[in-house]
């Protein structure tokens, strides 16, 4: 940029910028989802909707309790700053905690709070210090939905931001005449938290289904191989 407010660390990396907006810490919240998807008759993980509202670009961070496994299954665009994001767990009623970060333009802070404000050349706020701000730890990238990885970091806390969760059917039949069956599952990357500044990765089946109609099964195009994880810095949040 030719004028306005550019702050970088000890590597030479832009931490502030007049032009770019910085992520902000919004809100969090604990989620125990009790919901099984309808269409997994023969088993099925469960899942929760957390609604966000007077949001531009959510981006959430997880955290799982123990061992159980999670995963950012859905996001639904609501339209008028609203978002349905979709939160799926292994175990029935585990409680996950979630953490929403947004573009600090949209989000007010109470009065009674000083700080650092930076607006771009129009006078749009970029940068507000009052906002804890989006800390990223590590970037992840899993070429098959068949991965595994474990990772631990020297920060206090993490989270897990699920930015493309890779998924795909799988079907198989077994039997034989006249007595054949049809299983049909749906497989998605998942993580779990087990320790505070700990992950792990893992393939799980969100549901399965069982019919004496094989011939039935019908299968889209929905495959998606890689997986984009980011962990944050949760420290104090």
Known sequence: MSFGFHVTNQADQVQIDGDYSNLAFITKGTVNPT???????????????VTLTGVVAPVIALRASGSNRVTLYNVFDEGGGQFICQIVSENQGAPIEYYVFDVSENHLIGGGQYG???????????????????????????????????????????????????????????????????????????????????????????????????????????????????????TGF
């Open 35 to 49: 919901t099984r998807f309808g269409i997994g008759n023969a088993s099925s993980m469960y899942y929760a909707n």
């Open 116 to 234: 650092l404000v930076v607006a771009d050349a129009a006078g749009e706020k970029r940068y507000d210090s009052r906002f804890k701000s989006f800390r990223v730890v590590d970037f992840l990238h899993y070429p098959s939905l068949e991965a595994t990885d474990s990772q631990s970091y020297s920060v206090e806390k993490i989270g897990v931001v699920c930015g493309r969760v890779s998924r795909r059917y799988r079907a198989e039949i077994v039997g034989a005449q006249p007595i054949v069956q049809g299983y049909l599952f749906s497989m998605a990357m998942m993580l779990s938290t087990p320790t505070a500044a700990s992950l792990s990765i893992s393939q799980g089946v969100i549901w399965a289904f069982v019919t004496d109609n094989p011939e039935s099964f019908y299968f889209t195009q929905f495959i998606v191989d890689n997986s984009y994880f980011m962990v944050v810095d949760l």
